[in-house]
């Protein structure tokens, strides 16, 4: 019992998945996959590449800013080899691993290697954010896109505000003072790593900050066109712009850490959101799947070969 409690994550997405297919067409799902083209599903595969070393590239920029200098090479063989962790992590917190491979090849701390791999995850997550919203917006009414938009903005604003702002910050930071004289036995050392933290988020700025945010668009292109090939040799007929808000919808809610992989969450959404589209439950669901493949499945094998090219020592290094 105590497995199946600690496992609920994955128990929860592989429920999720035997729900759409029980309710699913599966002869529909199996035509979908049957019949889906093959050359758009191996170019959407082959265009991983290009949209991985775009976003380590970025990572590099960051880093830069931190003043820790990574090769183009090095750099992309661990973006790739942690993406081999992230598949198979809640919430792909298997990508952190980057964190031992800066730490390793460059003698700095495991706090300021964070935030490098933080700060490269934020430009992911504050752009899915955004179009998480409108994909939302888009599909309800009146007061129900408001209230989208407000949780939304809050849920980005608050955090970011924090980082940018020392008021904001001070305002947590005077609670945390006043429980450290209390009670100077807790281990308020996470609080001061936290402040290490936002010492590395903050120095990403200026010039490492715009072209940061250019190389993120560039890579959501290349993923969006990705996703409207397979959704195209899928059989789904709908536009680009639908199938990037959909797709960004879809990530966003991967990224919760109550599956693996976003397995089942991430159908769900696409199968709900297709289905207020006019698309087929059954060929929405065989959209998810090839999706699954090529992004997850894909991703991992890449990774994996990465991995074994460059595998992560987990040695203790100074925080």
Do not use: C
Request: no cysteine; proline share 3%; net charge positive.
């Amino acid at each position: 019992m105590k497995p199946l409690l600690r496992n609920w994550p994955r128990l929860l997405g592989v429920a999720l998945v035997v729900v759409l297919l029980v309710r699913a067409d599966l002869s529909g799902v199996s035509d979908t996959l049957g019949d889906a083209h093959i050359g758009g599903l191996l170019l959407a595969f082959v265009l991983l590449l290009p949209m991985i070393l775009l976003k380590s590239i970025r990572w590099q920029v960051v880093l830069a800013a931190q003043g820790v200098r990574l090769g183009t090479l090095p750099a992309y063989l661990s973006y790739l080899g942690s993406m081999f962790l992230g598949v198979v992590t809640p919430g792909r917190v298997g990508e952190f691993a980057r964190i031992f491979h800066v730490t390793e090849s460059h003698g700095i701390s495991r706090t300021l290697a964070f935030s490098s791999v933080l700060a490269d995850r934020l430009f992911d997550l504050y752009l899915l954010l955004t179009l998480g919203a409108l994909a939302l917006a888009a599909v309800t009414d009146g007061g129900v896109q408001i209230g989208v938009i407000v949780v939304i903005a809050v849920a980005a604003g608050v955090p970011l505000a924090a980082v940018l702002s020392d008021t904001v910050f001070g305002w947590v930071q005077a609670p945390v003072q006043w429980g450290r004289e209390k009670t100077p036995k807790l281990p308020w050392r996470l609080f001061d790593m936290l402040v290490e933290v936002r010492t590395g988020l903050r120095s990403v700025t200026g010039t490492a900050l715009a072209v940061s945010v250019i190389l993120t668009g560039a890579s959501y292109a290349i993923f969006f066109t990705q996703s409207y090939l397979i959704a195209r040799s899928a059989g789904i007929d709908v536009s680009f712009f639908t199938v990037s808000l959909v797709i960004a919808l879809g990530s966003l809610v991967a990224i919760l850490p109550i599956s693996i992989s976003g397995l089942g969450t991430r159908d769900a959404v696409i199968v709900a959101y297709l289905g207020a589209e006019g698309v087929a439950g059954d060929s929405a669901l065989g959209f998810s799947i090839l999706i699954f493949i090529v992004f997850v499945i894909g991703s991992g094998l890449i990774g994996a070969a990465a991995w074994f090219a460059k595998p992560v020592k987990f040695s203790a290094t100074k925080s």
